[in-house]
Structures are given as structure tokens and as C-alpha cells.
């Protein structure tokens, strides 16, 4: 009898299973879904000569069967290989094209075939056409979109894995194209049965690596990154004429010399890493002639598995070579003076060289930088810019140079560059007739004009400045005012009394303006609508706060459209946020109010539970502050806990949020803060964590903004993983991950064993993959199902109302 009802019990069991549905994607709430189907806002570029706006159509979400093509992950790339370009999550792809006369207003709609796919529109140099890459069937094609609205193919066979596979020569009559080389052959297949095992070997040589994604793994990866990636330069005239250009290889990245003469080139050799990306691999940079004769070979490096692990350090010898862009065929690049490490106490840390063709002098000096280089801003031959940056102490400076008279450099500006308040700006950068970025100088030569953020605590209101060349103070010649954020987008005149710009307001859509700085007016260029109008009655404030230790913290706090506060009372909230690391608390206390920025939700936006009657209390500061030679992780979750703490009594105070009904969410680092806040305080109903890492044993050579390797802050590393304390969650959590995170340091398996934990430990907690996503999430299925998760999980745990209890550990 016992064996005969275990053998009915377990007919019924699998009948039952048997009949339970598979899981299927659920679409979002209703207001949710309509708002995701609207298109969104167009993009717009304008031509070099200040002419022509070009408006772009962007697709909407993909579908999840887009999503869900095969790809190829080699690398640290992700690749289609049936388009030899990147992967679908790679790639902002665009459907529409129209050029406005910016003069006259009339508009011209380019005629492209139904359905076609776009990206990197790119203006030639005399601002007469545009080029782009299309996605066809069988791969990439180059197109040139004329003003008169029409289109054609130049070039097909693309090889868009490196990137953006074209570039203008400076004369605008051709383009140098990267493309699959002729006769490749068919594609590799790979044999079931292994050949040996995989080995890799240390013989005592330091050589520390971060954590990082979709690396090569096995001889036949390596072939294939042979195949995909091997590319063959191409000069390609306006006819669709075709020739050659040096030699195939893995060359990621190519820039012809602004007189059009030579061709800098970036190459990848072997040996490969199965533990570093593609750009720690052996590289050369070579100079070629424009029709692909070896002339200099800048560099020949071997694979950079020896790099400390610092955020500074870099590689011995030339690197982030560029042309000089104010000269005809100037070569300029980098080297580091500590042996590309940070660490070693030395008075400049780098030095910026250059050679004139035809590359036979000896390279002179242009100047030596303090910290780490980052940029040259280009003018003449009587000024340019050298920006350089130092992570551990947030510290820029700013050197002037006199590239007729190299070694003769000056620092005009140190600065920490997290201080909104008072940054200057940087020199407007527009195209020369090459298509070369250059700062736009004053019409006496006396300066270059400037624009900036404008950053105060009552909002920020961009500016238009002029620098003097000899130093001293800048000359503000216009800004924003409220209720305006409005940015200068370009110059019209040599005076700055016209300028193209981009204005919006809390009510405004973005548009694209022409103001006249002298008397104020300003002409609408474009008419943009409002994507998502379900949102026009939110109602968005800045809130300001203290920190228990004095620190000025605030947020943008969103309520829902028709709330009233003495009817509604107080409702249930959201605080959505993710910490940043400062090396000073002055600088962290800074408030920028946010009330002239037009704000619509996309894609996977928490701001989208407005729809659902939560307030959202949007990036609430969460500052974690290391002065002098304190480190800032070393009080991680005592600096957090009073964030939140802070945040959380702000949003009571004003009457609008519940403090018995709060919860806590965010995304990546702001995951791992959530985890971190359920773990440690007793502030929240519930949380949300997508995307994040937990375990930071599994990071072990630094994460974020840490430095220090594992060994040398174990007490840190261990406090700070909310996976070490996962038995004292008792907050309901959901984590949900991209089941294909592309993101260095927040594999899969972060979210995997944190869920094993919480449930091992008797936590409430749910955990949704989503198939073939990434470390955001791109589809529109996936995007629905995360806010449906989001909704539900809320609904379920924070928006029933409970009798208040003491909260505030």
C-alpha cells in the first residue's frame, strides 16, 4: 500500500509539473508599456561648416530575438559574426535621416530603403555629405547620404569589429575603410573533441589582472579572433573606386595625418592573453604613407600582463599616439616616466613627445606632465592645452605650451576635477578644415572661447567664457538662466554673437535653438515633442539634507502626477542610488539642483514606479569620503549606513514619504550598496539589486574606486561584501542579473551565489535572469519583465500599508 500511494503521489507530482507553464516574458504596467513603445527623441549633429543639422531617428528597444543572435565574445569584444561587426548590444542603431538647413529651416528627408539599419553618421571635413555604416544580411556597407536626400553604397564587406570601420580623408574626396579581407575563406568550425588540456603557467613573475569579461579561453578562440578581427585598410573615393591600403592585420585603430599624407596605424600581434582583453595585447603603432608604405615604427610592445594594478598605471614606451591637429603631418604621443607605475615617487609622471614628418629628426619634448596624461587641446603653433589627471587625489592640472617652443610649459590650473563648483570649463573644440578638433580662438587671438556646466547650488546654468591666452581671469560673455538648462553646441559667427544651442527646462523637450547672445532671442532650429507626456505631471524637486557628520547630502525627489500631499499623505518610496568615492568632504557636500532638466524615463528607469504611486527619491547622495591619506572603503559601511539614514529622515520630514513603507534599489555599484544597506540598517521594507557584485573575494585586484589589491585590505574586502553578511538580510531582495553581464566584475555568478546564500540562510528573496542580456539591459522583452519584477516586488512587500515599527538601526 505505502509503495502503491508514493507511485500515485508521484503520478500526480509529475502531472502537476507537467502542466505548469514555462516562464514567459510579462509585459509591464500598462502606463509603463505605452510610454516604452513611443519612439524616442531623434539625435542631431551639425556639419563642420555650421550649415546643416542632421537629424538621426533612433530605434526603439530591440526585441529579444535580436538580442538573441549568435555572437562571438573574444576578447573583451562581442561580435556578430554574420555581419562582421559588433553585437547587437554594441550598437546604437539609428532608422531615419533628415538634413535641416539651419538658415533657412527647410528640411530634406534622405531616402534610404524601408527598414534599413544605421550608426555613426560621420560629416565629411567641408560639411558637404555624410557618411555611415549600414547593417545588410550578409554584413556592413559604407553609405554617403547627400544634402539633396539622396543615398548609395560606396563600399560592402565592412569590418566593424574593432569599431567604427571608416574615416574621411581631410580633402573629403575619399574615405579609408576597414574591411574583410578578400578571400578569407569559410567560416572556422570547431571539433567536439578536444585536442589536449589548457594550460596556462606562472614561473614567479608578478602579474596581477582585474576581473574582466569575455576573454579568449582556448586555441580555437584565438583562431577565431584571427578570423573576424584580421581587417584590410581601404581608400575609397566618392565613385566607390577601390584600392588597397598596406597590408591585412588586427588593426584597431587608423587616422590619416591632417595633410592627408600618411596613415597612423594601431596593431595587435601575438602572443594573446586568456586573462587580459585585447588591448593589453603585443601592439605596434607604425606611421604609413597614404598609400601604405612603411615609414616609422613608434612602437613594438609585448602582451601588458605586468601593469600594476593601480587605475594609473599604464604601459612602458609611446603610447596614445595622435596626430597634432593645428599641423600638417605633427606625430604625438605619450610615455611614462615611473615605469608605468603610479606608486613610484617621482616629480612628473609622464612626458608628451613630438615628430614632424618626414619623421628622420629626433622627437623633442613638448612637456613633461605631474600626473598621468589624459589630452592635448590643439590651437597653433603659440598655444596648446595638456590636460593630466592623478585618480588617488582626484587632482587635474592644466599646462600651457608653445608647440613652436617645446619644453616652454606652464601649469595654469590645478584643480580637484569632482569640484563642480568651480570648474572653468574647456576650450570649445571645433573642426578645422582637415577634420581636426581645434579650439576656437577669440577674433584678436588673445584667447579661446570656453564653455562650461555652470555648476551652483541652485542649478546648473552652462556658460560661454573666453580664456586668455596669457592667464587670468576668464571673460563670461553668456549663460543659462532659469528656468533654462540650455548648453552651447556651436559657434555661428567668429564674434560668439550668434551661437547654436541646445535648450530645455523642466517642461521643455530639448530643441536646438539659435541665440543671439547681444539681445537675448533665440529662433527654434528643431521642434521635438515630448516623448513620455504620461510624465508631464510628475513634479520634481531638489531636497537638501545634512549627514549626522555635517556633510550636505541631497536628491532629486520625484512624487506622482496628482499626488497632494494632504490628501494622499505620506506614500511609499523608493530611494534609488549609487555611492561615489571623494578625497574631500567640501567637495562631496556640493548640490547642483536638477529643476531645469527635462526628465522622461527609458528603457529599465526606476523612475518609470511613478507610474505605479511610489515616490522616488532619485540619487541621493551617498558619499564615501577618504581625506588625506585615509581610505575612503576603510569606513564604507559606517559612511553608508548615515547616506542613508540621512536620506531616509529627509523624505519623512517633508510629510511625503512613509518611513514604514521604504525601500531601496540601484544598479551595479548601487546592487551592491543595496545589499550592503538591507545587511547593516534596518531603514528598509525591501530592496532591489540588479546587476551587482557581492563577494569581493571574487575581485580580488580592486574594484570600483579601490586600488588595493585584496592581500593588502582584507579586513576592507571582506566588511564590504554584503555576501559575508548575508545571514543578517531579513529584508526582502530581489536580484535580478543580464544572464550574459559583459561588465568587469559583475559576472552571473555574483548574483547566482549571493541568491544561494540568502536562500541558504532562510532570506525572502527572488532571482530573475534575463537570457542574453548584458550588463544593462537592451531588450524590449527583458526591459518589461525587469519592470514588472520591479512593480511586483514592491507591491508586494513595501505599498501595503503595516503598523509602524521601530526602523533605523
Not at 511 to 519: A, G
Not at 672 to 696: C, E, K, P, V
Not at 726 to 753: C, M, V, W, Y
Amino acid at each position: 500500500m505505502r509503495v502503491a500511494a508514493c507511485l500515485i503521489a508521484l503520478l500526480l507530482a509529475s502531472s502537476a509539473a507537467a502542466q505548469t507553464p514555462p516562464n514567459t516574458y510579462h509585459r509591464a504596467p500598462d502606463a509603463i508599456a505605452k510610454a516604452l513603445e513611443t519612439p524616442p527623441t531623434p539625435g542631431a549633429s551639425i556639419s563642420p561648416d555650421h550649415r546643416t543639422l542632421a537629424i538621426t531617428g533612433r530605434e526603439n528597444l530591440p526585441s529579444i530575438a535580436n538580442m538573441s543572435k549568435p555572437i562571438l565574445r573574444l576578447g573583451g569584444y562581442r561580435i556578430d559574426p554574420a555581419t562582421n561587426g559588433q553585437a547587437e548590444v554594441r550598437v546604437q542603431w539609428l532608422n531615419s535621416l533628415d538634413f535641416k538647413d539651419v538658415a533657412s529651416g527647410r528640411t530634406v528627408t534622405v531616402k534610404l530603403p524601408a527598414g534599413l539599419r544605421f550608426a555613426s553618421p560621420d560629416w565629411s571635413p567641408d560639411g558637404s555629405r555624410l557618411a555611415f555604416y549600414a547593417q545588410e544580411p550578409d554584413g556592413l556597407s559604407l553609405w554617403i547620404a547627400e544634402l539633396d536626400g539622396s543615398a548609395r553604397v560606396v563600399a560592402k564587406h565592412l569590418n566593424g569589429t574593432f569599431g567604427t570601420p571608416f574615416a574621411w580623408t581631410p580633402d573629403s574626396k575619399a574615405l579609408i575603410i576597414y574591411s574583410v579581407p578578400a578571400g578569407r575563406g569559410p567560416r572556422l568550425t570547431e571539433s567536439t573533441t578536444p585536442t589536449g588540456p589548457i594550460v596556462q603557467e606562472s614561473a614567479g613573475r608578478t602579474s596581477a589582472a582585474r576581473t574582466y569579461e569575455d576573454l579568449l579561453g582556448d586555441a580555437h578562440d584565438e583562431a577565431l579572433f584571427d578570423y573576424y578581427f584580421t581587417g584590410q585598410l581601404m581608400r575609397v573615393d566618392l565613385s566607390g573606386a577601390v584600392r588597397p591600403i598596406g597590408s591585412p592585420g588586427l588593426i584597431t585603430d587608423f587616422s590619416v595625418s591632417p595633410d592627408g599624407k600618411y596613415l597612423l596605424t594601431e596593431r595587435l600581434k601575438r602572443p594573446y592573453s586568456y586573462l587580459l582583453p585585447a588591448r593589453f595585447f603585443p601592439t605596434q603603432i607604425a606611421v604609413s604613407t597614404i598609400e601604405g608604405a612603411p615609414v616609422k615604427m613608434l612602437a613594438d610592445r609585448p602582451l601588458a600582463d605586468d601593469l600594476p594594478v593601480d587605475f594609473d598605471a599604464t604601459v612602458k614606451g609611446p603610447r596614445e599616439a595622435e596626430w597634432r591637429s593645428d599641423a600638417p603631418a605633427t606625430l604625438v604621443w605619450a610615455e611614462a616616466l615611473d615605469g608605468g607605475n603610479p606608486r613610484v615617487k617621482v616629480p612628473f609622471h609622464d612626458k608628451v613627445m613630438m615628430q614632424a614628418a618626414p619623421f628622420s629628426a629626433a622627437p623633442v619634448e613638448l612637456a613633461k606632465t605631474p600626473a598621468r596624461y589624459s589630452r592635448v587641446l590643439w590651437g597653433d603653433d603659440g598655444f596648446a592645452l595638456v590636460i593630466d589627471r592623478e585618480w588617488k587625489s582626484r587632482t587635474e592640472h592644466r599646462t600651457r605650451v608653445e608647440p613652436s617652443r617645446p619644453g616652454q610649459a606652464q601649469v595654469i590650473l590645478t584643480r580637484n576635477y569632482q569640484d563642480q563648483y568651480g570648474d572653468p570649463g574647456l576650450p570649445l573644440l571645433e573642426q578645422n578644415a582637415a577634420g581636426k578638433p581645434v579650439m576656437r580662438f577669440t577674433p584678436d587671438h588673445g584667447g579661446v572661447y570656453v564653455t562650461g556646466e555652470g555648476a551652483t547650488k541652485a542649478g546648473a546654468f552652462p556658460f560661454l567664457a573666453a580664456m586668455p591666452l596669457r592667464g587670468g581671469e576668464q571673460k563670461q560673455l553668456w549663460h543659462a538662466a532659469a528656468p533654462y538648462y540650455e548648453t552651447v553646441v556651436a559657434l555661428l559667427d567668429d564674434k560668439a554673437q550668434r551661437v547654436l544651442t541646445r535648450r530645455e527646462s523642466a517642461k521643455l523637450a530639448p530643441n536646438y535653438m539659435i541665440r543671439s547672445v547681444k539681445d537675448g532671442r533665440v529662433t527654434p532650429i528643431t521642434a521635438f515633442r515630448d516623448p513620455a507626456p504620461v510624465f508631464a505631471g510628475v513634479t520634481q524637486r531638489t531636497i537638501t539634507y545634512n549627514r549626522a557628520d555635517g556633510v550636505p547630502l541631497s536628491g532629486s525627489l520625484y512624487l506622482p502626477a496628482g499626488y497632494n500631499a494632504k490628501r494622499d499623505g505620506p506614500l511609499p518610496t523608493l530611494l534609488w542610488a549609487y555611492p561615489a568615492e571623494f578625497t574631500d568632504a567640501k567637495i562631496a557636500g556640493q548640490t547642483v539642483d536638477q529643476g531645469n532638466r527635462f526628465v522622461r524615463p527609458r528603457g529599465i528607469s526606476h523612475l518609470f514606479l511613478l507610474t505605479q504611486g511610489y515616490a522616488v527619491l532619485d540619487n541621493p547622495a551617498m558619499p564615501i569620503i577618504g581625506e588625506g591619506n585615509a581610505e575612503a572603503n576603510d569606513t564604507y559601511v559606517k559612511q553608508l549606513q548615515e547616506d542613508a539614514r540621512a536620506a531616509v529622515d529627509a523624505v519623512v520630514k517633508l510629510g511625503v514619504g512613509d518611513r514604514a513603507r521604504m525601500a531601496v534599489g540601484g544598479h551595479s555599484y548601487g546592487a551592491f550598496m543595496t545589499a550592503n544597506l538591507l545587511a547593516h540598517t534596518d531603514l528598509f521594507r525591501a530592496g532591489i539589486a540588479r546587476s551587482g557584485a557581492y563577494n569581493r573575494t571574487l575581485t580580488p585586484f580592486g574594484f570600483q574606486a579601490e586600488q588595493r589589491t585584496y592581500w593588502e585590505a582584507t579586513p576592507t574586502y571582506t566588511e564590504m561584501s554584503p555576501f559575508t553578511y548575508a545571514n543578517r538580510i531579513k529584508a526582502p531582495i530581489l536580484l535580478i542579473h543580464g544572464g550574459a553581464d559583459d561588465n568587469s566584475g559583475t559576472f552571473p555568478i555574483q548574483s547566482e551565489r549571493m541568491y544561494a546564500a540568502l536562500k541558504g540562510n532562510g532570506a525572502t528573496v527572488r532571482y530573475v535572469v534575463l537570457p542574453n542580456e548584458p550588463h544593462g539591459y537592451r531588450a524590449l522583452e527583458s526591459t518589461e519583465e525587469t519592470l514588472w519584477q520591479m512593480t511586483d516586488w514592491l507591491d508586494r512587500y513595501v505599498k501595503p500599508k503595516q503598523p509602524a515599527q521601530e526602523l533605523g538601526r
